[in-house]
């Protein structure tokens, strides 16, 4: 455990030339009790405050967590940094804060926390004081110094131990699909909080094949030396385990900070506290880091967008691109009134207009449709592409190749999705004719051009993409046909029928559109 003589040395708060220097590093985070902090941006400083600990003993828990916004998951991850310091300007975070940046959270994200903890022991600072020989600040000059050297805040409880976290992330684009997901999982017996069973996992399994928006999953270990994370099929075990792995690098699992304004002696520090609570709010997750939460939120959906733009032939939306510039700026507005805090926090502080959060969210906007049909009614159906997350997942076709003969015998696709990595080949047709050559696409490439003949199947089939090359095969009888994608579509795959023979082909081709705002 960490006892009063483990106090750090550190910087003090840094200076306006320091924030305005490109070589700037912010002071860590606190790192023992008593310790000073700037609360509102996460750092630690030195040490004005000395006093008794209280030590409590171990325990352990593995609970789930629905969380809707950046508050709710700061929660259910019991991190001690306001969420003013995770999406603020400094960038001090501490390992979880920077485990929720990762996430790139959005406007209209559900998130399924999974935590398990196994705690130590909790120190809990008691009868504190003023160290000898410092003495209370006294007026706004004396407040700024005494600040610039301690902070706002001193720690007052520090719990160590070793934990597991693991979240799934849905990116719903509205409230309509965020509610689709919440609605998923409470048909799944998750609801809003619980505790862990070993039959979660299928739960969770369930929950992930069936909802149809962009997903994601991360997790991390701390308190275990050398850990190997589970796959995210065995994570509900892991976590059911976890508490019993003997702790053998003992970590920070969470820590609370008392404003100096509760020390006795300490005087009035107004007006540091009403800053503090005018940025955070009165629980460290409110008050102008709510607005920041909003914005980086905003920036991460569009830049999400953009992504899919670049990826399919550079799309422009001049609307996501003016709100865009828009959120940069009031982002940039947001992270002054912080920053001006850290250099002066008796300053008087003001929200900014914020224009970009009255535009909404932008949401994916795309038309399907389909080349003519090609060849016969025989066969059974196919259909390659699951529109719902073929783009929010980046997928394109990887590579082609045909089987054919006297007809196209069959039609092989492999598909790649850029943002999971996940691939995957689609067969159609029978396994006569003989084997053409793999058409290997790239990233950003894509089919633009089908030809050939067809009757009561699809006698004659050639393929080309955007950099000239194709691939085909098949005879010569039925009737011609050549189909050109439209300038601004995309192939995204096919779908038709097939058998003993491709018996119908159709391309599958998406045109992108301005985005919706909700």
């Not at 485990?99 to 999974?114: E, K």
């Not at 994570?235 to 970590?251: C, K």
Request: aromatic residues 10%.
């Amino acid at each position: 455990m960490f006892s009063t003589s483990q106090l750090a040395n550190r910087a003090a708060v840094p200076t306006a030339a320091d924030l305005e220097s490109s070589e700037f590093l912010a002071p860590p985070p606190p790192a023992s009790l008593f310790q000073g902090c700037d609360s509102v941006n996460g750092y630690g400083v030195s040490t004005a405050v000395e006093g008794s600990l209280a030590t409590n003993g171990g325990s352990s828990q593995v609970f789930y967590q629905i969380a809707l916004d950046a508050q709710s998951l700061y929660q259910a991850l019991d991190i001690s940094q306001s969420i003013s310091v995770g999406f603020g300007p400094l960038g001090n975070v501490s390992e979880k804060s920077e485990f929720v940046q990762q996430l790139s959270l959005t406007t209209y994200s559900v998130n399924i926390v999974v935590h398990a903890r196994h705690v130590k022991g909790t120190d809990t600072a008691t009868a504190f004081r003023l160290k000898s020989g410092i003495q209370p600040p006294q007026g706004n000059e004396q407040l700024r110094d005494f600040f610039r050297s301690y902070g706002d805040s001193f720690i007052s409880a520090i719990t160590i131990g070793a934990e597991y976290y693991a979240v799934y992330t849905y990116y719903a684009q509205s409230q309509t699909e965020r509610d689709s997901v919440t609605a998923e999982l409470q048909a799944n017996g998750i609801f809003e909080f619980g505790s862990v069973s070993s039959d979660f996992q299928a739960k969770l399994d369930r929950v992930t094949q069936s909802t149809k928006v962009r997903i994601s999953f991360n997790q991390n270990v701390s308190g275990i030396a050398n850990p190997k994370l589970p796959t995210p099929n065995n994570l509900v075990q892991y976590a059911l385990d976890f508490p019993s792995l003997p702790i053998d690098a003992p970590a920070i699992l969470s820590f609370s900070s008392t404003g100096y304004e509760h020390v006795p002696g300490i005087g009035s520090f107004e007006p540091i506290v009403s800053n503090r609570v005018f940025l955070t709010g009165p629980q460290g997750d409110s008050g102008l880091s709510q607005d920041l939460v909003k914005e980086q939120q905003l920036i991460n959906q569009i830049n999400w967008l953009k992504s899919i733009y670049a990826f399919y032939q550079n799309f422009n939306d001049p609307k996501v691109n003016d709100v865009s510039r828009e959120a940069q700026s009031d982002l940039q507005a947001l992270n002054d009134q912080f920053l001006r805090y850290v250099n002066d926090p008796t300053a008087s502080l003001s929200r900014p207009p914020l224009p970009s959060l009255r535009e909404g969210s932008p949401k994916l906007a795309y038309q399907i449709a389909y080349s003519p049909q090609q060849g016969g009614d025989g066969g059974g159906p196919f259909d390659d592409v699951d529109i719902t997350t073929y783009l929010q997942n980046q997928t394109y076709i990887a590579s082609l190749q045909l089987r054919s003969g006297g007809y196209v015998d069959a039609l092989i696709v492999n598909y790649q999705s850029k943002t999971t990595g996940a691939s995957w080949s689609d067969y159609h047709g029978g396994g006569g004719g003989g084997l053409s050559q793999t058409l290997t696409l790239l990233p950003g490439q894509f089919v633009n051009r089908l030809w050939g003949r067809s009757g009561g199947y699809v006698d004659q089939l050639n393929l080309a993409i955007s950099d000239g090359r194709s691939v085909g095969g098949g005879g010569n009888g039925g009737g011609a046909f050549d189909w050109r994608a439209p300038q601004g579509s995309v192939v995204l795959g096919f779908r038709g029928r097939s058998g003993k023979y491709l018996d119908q082909v159709s391309a599958v081709y998406a045109t992108l559109q301005a985005a919706s705002w909700v």
